[in-house]
Each structure stands twice: as C-alpha cells, then as structure tokens.
Nanobody, 119 residues
C-alpha cells in the first residue's frame, strides 16, 4: 500500500551538507496542508529520535543535537517536506525516516534513507 517516500541520503564528509526530501502520496494524505510533518532518525544501538518537526502553519521544532545546523521546510502544493542538513558530524550517521501525523491523529512512515558521515 502507499507510504511516504524519502530520498537524498548518501555519504558525506564531516562538515558537509545533504538535503533530504519526503513525498506524501495523495491517497493517505488527502489534505496535506493540515498534517504535521517530521523527520526522525535511528543509529545502530540507539533509540529512534525526533530530528525536526513542522506544523500546518509552518512552526518548527528541532532536536537539541541538530539545532542551528538542520532546517525543515514544506511545500504543500507538491506534498513534500525537506530537511537541509549542514555542518554534518559523524554522530549524524543514521537512517532518516519521514513521519506524517494527520488531523485525525493517524500516522504514516517512510522506509528510511541512509545518511553516513565518516569519522
């Protein structure tokens, strides 16, 4: 069945940048503008953690470890949410997941995209 789709992951050296993108299928998010959109990540041996969140009115929140380095944005017309990641560190190495929360409190996940920052 339909799910969120992430793209843009890869390998980048410490101090570099990547931009991740997530696209939401119309059938599960028919009113995209009303959804809260998030990025989470999970590294080996660690719990999944919230990276960034953007609400329907554009308000944003970030995890403490990425504040000042990452920026989340959304395009409601294209049903996409992006994560610009700057000044990357080896600690940012993880699988990054897109997450949507609908106005009815349903939630949907993508399959994830790998980001690797060598030490």
């Amino acid at each position: 069945q339909e799910q969120l789709v992430e793209s843009g992951g890869g390998l980048v050296q410490a101090g570099g940048s990547l931009r991740l993108s997530c696209k939401a299928p119309r059938m599960i998010l028919s009113v995209f503008s009303g959804n809260v959109m998030e990025w989470h990540r999970q590294a080996p041996g660690k719990e999944r953690e919230l990276v960034a969140r953007i609400t329907s009115d554009g308000s944003t929140d970030y995890g403490d470890s990425v504040k000042g380095r990452f920026t989340i944005s959304r395009n409601n017309g294209r049903r996409t949410v992006d994560l610009q990641m700057n000044s990357l560190k080896s600690e940012d190495t993880a699988i990054y997941y897109c997450h949507a929360i609908t106005v009815r409190a349903q939630d949907y996940w993508g399959r994830g995209t790998q980001v690797t920052v060598p030490s």
